[in-house]
């Protein structure tokens, strides 16, 4: 028996809903780091001029820019605006294009799927060990980006896959 006709349109809003708030996450969690690694960059640089250096500034750094990389990353693709070649798609008749989104889908959430495993099996080699300059942090913490960000980037990616289909892939 087929669902009621608001059936459809309910999941369907409700999957907007979800992207909606998704994307708003998104921004802040990426605005959060923007201004964190400015700060700490700022920050970093008067102390250094004043001849007193921070031991754990390169390192907190370069962690929390692959972190702006992940999550931005995963922004983008809640826009459209990441990897994929979407004017590819957008060129080619209707039925074509919603192929090529599809297996352009396939190929991308195949691909972080793959990044989240390894990002995974990196975890499990990192348990027990601690950051360098920052000892009582645990280096898995600083690498949880990997798998967490690659399964973000898919969730993304999915969110967006009706609104890819219909009229922007």
Known sequence: ???????????????????????????????????????????AVGFRKAGAALV?????ASIML????????CL?????AHIGFPKFAAGASPKLRASLVVVREVLVVGFFLS????????QQILWGTYLVSM???PT????????LGALLFVVSELSVLAEKL????
């Open 166 to 169: 219909g009229n922007d892939p």
């Open 76 to 80: 983008a693709a809640m826009k459209h």
């Open 66 to 73: 692959a972190w702006l990389t992940y999550y931005g990353a």
């Open 56 to 60: 754990w500034y390169d390192e907190l």
């Open 135 to 137: 000892p009582s942090i």
């Open 140 to 147: 898995a913490v600083a690498h949880s980006v990997i798998p």
């Open 115 to 122: 990044v989240a495993w390894a990002g995974w099996q990196v």
């Open 1 to 43: 028996m087929d669902p009621a006709p608001g059936a459809a349109r309910s999941t369907g809003r409700r999957g907007e809903i979800f992207s909606r708030y998704l994307e708003r996450f998104l921004e802040y969690v990426v605005l959060l780091l923007m201004a964190g690694l400015a700060i700490l960059v700022v920050v």
